[in-house]
C-alpha cells in the first residue's frame, strides 16, 4: 500500500523525534554540536554523569551555552505540522529525544521528552527542581550550588548516557509504539537506546513505520516507508495529508 493511501486510513499514529528535526532552528544536532570552542570535547563525555562529576564547571558552561543557543531558536515547520497534526488525529502521541521544548512551543502537548528538557535545573544530589530566581542569585559559581542539598550542585535536567530514562514517560512511550498503526520517525539517527527501539517495537506490533532523514540509516532500512531529506520539508506534506480528510 502507498503511503498516501495508508495516511488517509490511518487513526492512531505515533511520532519519534531526534535532533534532526530542530536542525532547521538553528540548533546544531547532537553530533554536530560541538563547534568552535566545543569541538575538543566529546559530547558523550559531557552529557554523562561521570563527566558532570570530574568537571562540574565544564559541562555546567556546555549546557549554558546550548541554552543561549535555544534561547535563540523557533519552532520550525517541521514542528509546526506535528502540533498541527494532533490538533487532527485524537489518538497521536509525540515522543521525543530532544531537550529544547521547541515542540511545546510549538504547540504540542503532552509531550513524551525521554530525554528531559534542558530548561529544567535540578539538585544533583536529590533531582528536587531549582527556581530560576536561585540559580539567578547564584550564578557567580558554575555551577550554581543547589538549595537542597549541603552537598548538591545545580545540573540540567536531562538525561545523561548511563542514566535511567523516566519509568513513566518510558512506559507511556512504549505503549505508544505498541498501540499505533503508524510511526512516524524525524530526525533520528536511531543510535542511542533505548528511543532506538521504539520504532523496531512499533512494526513488531503490526505499525507500518516512515522515516524522515536526508541520510540511511538503521532507520531507514527498517522502515516501511523513507522519505530522505528535512523533517521541515516532510513533515507539512504528511500533515497536508492527514488533514486533507479532516477527520
Ligand atoms: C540507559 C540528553 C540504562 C542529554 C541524550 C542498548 C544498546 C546500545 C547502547 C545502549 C543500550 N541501552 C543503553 C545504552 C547506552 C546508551 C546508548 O544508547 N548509547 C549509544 C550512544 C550507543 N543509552 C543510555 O545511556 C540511556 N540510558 O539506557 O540507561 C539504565 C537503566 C537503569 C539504571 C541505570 C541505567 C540514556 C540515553 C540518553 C542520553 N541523553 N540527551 C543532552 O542532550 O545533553 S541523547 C542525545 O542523543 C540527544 O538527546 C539526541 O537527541 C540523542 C540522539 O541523537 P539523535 O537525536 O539521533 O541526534 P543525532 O545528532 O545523533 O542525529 C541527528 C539525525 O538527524 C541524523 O540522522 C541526521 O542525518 C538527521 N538530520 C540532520 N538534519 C536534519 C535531519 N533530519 C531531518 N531534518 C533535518 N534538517
Known amino acids: 500500500m502507498d503511503l498516501h493511501r495508508y495516511l488517509l486510513e490511518t487513526t492512531r499514529i505515533a511520532v519519534l523525534t531526534g535532533a534532526g528535526v530542530s536542525a532547521e532552528s538553528g540548533i546544531p544536532t547532537f553530533r554536530e554540536a560541538q563547534t568552535g570552542l566545543w569541538s575538543q570535547y566529546d559530547p558523550m563525555t559531557l552529557a554523562s554523569p561521570e563527566g558532570f562529576a570530574q568537571q562540574p564547571d565544564l559541562v555546567w558552561r556546555w549546557y549554558q551555552w546550548?541554552?543561549?543557543?535555544?534561547?535563540?531558536?523557533?519552532?520550525?515547520?517541521?514542528?509546526?505540522?506535528?502540533?498541527?497534526?494532533?490538533?487532527?488525529?485524537?489518538?497521536?502521541?509525540l515522543i521525543t529525544q530532544n531537550v529544547d521544548g521547541l515542540h511545546q512551543q510549538a504547540g504540542s502537548s503532552d509531550v513524551l521528552e525521554l530525554h528531559g528538557n534542558i530548561h529544567r535545573t535540578v539538585c544533583s544530589r536529590t533531582g528536587s527542581a531549582i527556581e530560576a530566581s536561585w540559580l539567578s542569585a547564584h550564578a557567580a559559581a558554575e555551577p550554581p550550588?543547589?538549595?537542597h542539598h549541603a552537598d548538591g550542585l545545580a545540573r540540567p535536567d536531562v538525561v545523561w548516557f548511563g542514566e535511567a530514562l523516566d519509568e513513566c514517560t518510558l512506559q507511556q512511550s512504549?505503549?505508544?509504539?505498541?498501540?499505533?498503526?503508524?510511526?512516524?520517525?524525524?530526525?533520528?539517527?536511531?543510535?542511542?537506546?533505548?528511543?532506538?527501539?521504539?520504532?523496531?517495537?512499533?512494526?513488531?506490533?503490526?505499525?507500518?513505520?516512515?522515516?524522515?532523514?536526508?541520510?540511511?540509516?538503521?532507520?531507514?532500512?527498517?522502515?516501511?516507508?523513507?522519505?530522505?531529506?528535512?523533517?521541515?520539508?516532510w513533515l507539512p506534506v504528511l500533515a497536508a495529508t492527514l488533514e486533507k480528510e479532516n477527520r
Open 145 to 147: 550550588p543547589s538549595p
Open 66 to 93: 546550548r541554552r543561549e543557543l535555544v534561547a535563540k531558536a523557533a519552532p520550525n515547520a517541521g514542528h509546526k505540522a506535528l502540533a498541527s497534526i494532533q490538533q487532527h488525529l485524537p489518538e497521536f502521541t
Open 174 to 233: 512504549f505503549d505508544a509504539a505498541q498501540d499505533c498503526e503508524l510511526m512516524i520517525v524525524a530526525g533520528t539517527a536511531g543510535v542511542v537506546h533505548p528511543a532506538a527501539s521504539l520504532p523496531v517495537m512499533a512494526q513488531q506490533a503490526g505499525a507500518r513505520v516512515v522515516d524522515i532523514n536526508p541520510e540511511h540509516n538503521e532507520i531507514s532500512r527498517m522502515a516501511n516507508w523513507y522519505l530522505q531529506g528535512t523533517s521541515a520539508r
